[in-house]
């Protein structure tokens, strides 16, 4: 699995844990420093958001918040 991928699934398993639906915007803060903490870059996480709101499975929320749209497969 390439970092990309790695990072796409510890993001995907971080917002399970946050318990992330399309009901609730989550906090970027608290969703960037575990992972930052877990060796992810802000750069890795930033490019993983940005194709996952490509894909319209997030969107970017005022309040430096993330929404998703589509529940987590």
Known sequence: MGRFEDTEAAITERLRAMKGNPDVTINLFELGVPLNAAG???DEITAVLEALEQ???????????????????
């Open 55 to 73: 894909d319209r499975i997030v969107e970017f929320a005022p309040g430096n918040r993330l929404r998703l749209i589509k529940p987590l497969a």
């Open 40 to 42: 992810f870059t802000q």
